[in-house]
């Protein structure tokens, strides 16, 4: 089992930048694949970023395509933060951090393709 929990949501006004951070524990011996998603009220969750089990490869959704930044603190991924610059109100969401240790995923922007997830971190972007 791994266990992660976000830190760093908050309000913001737009325009501003917040800094999640993920930690991961528990089985942590392989290295991870991290991503982040969100959901904001009345909407669907949605892929926002994620980095390969290697840090090799970084991906964003295209609403956050030059604002968002997602990094890796060590070679296992179990410390993931995301950038978050020039906020909007439409970033406003719970976001998410969501794992798994299979390295090779079919569909990497999909909730289903991670078993673990925390509990999530509010992020509020005030106009």
């Known amino acids: 089992q791994v266990q992660l929990v976000e830190s760093g949501g908050g309000l913001v006004q737009a325009g501003g930048s917040l800094r999640l951070s993920c930690a991961a524990s528990g089985r942590t011996v392989e290295p991870l694949t991290v991503a982040w998603f969100r959901q904001g009220p009345g909407k669907e969750r949605e892929f926002v970023s994620g980095i390969s089990s290697d840090g090799r490869r970084l991906y964003y959704g295209d609403s956050v395509k030059g604002r968002f930044t997602i990094s890796s603190a060590n070679t296992k991924n179990t410390v993931v933060s995301l950038q978050m610059n020039s906020l909007q109100p439409e970033d406003t969401a719970v976001y998410y951090c969501?794992?798994?240790?299979?390295?090779?995923?079919?569909?990497?922007?999909?909730?289903?393709?991670?078993?673990?997830w925390g509990q999530g971190t509010q992020v509020t972007v005030s106009s």
């Open positions: 969501a794992a798994t240790l299979f390295r090779t995923l079919a569909d990497r922007r999909s909730g289903q393709s991670y078993d673990y």
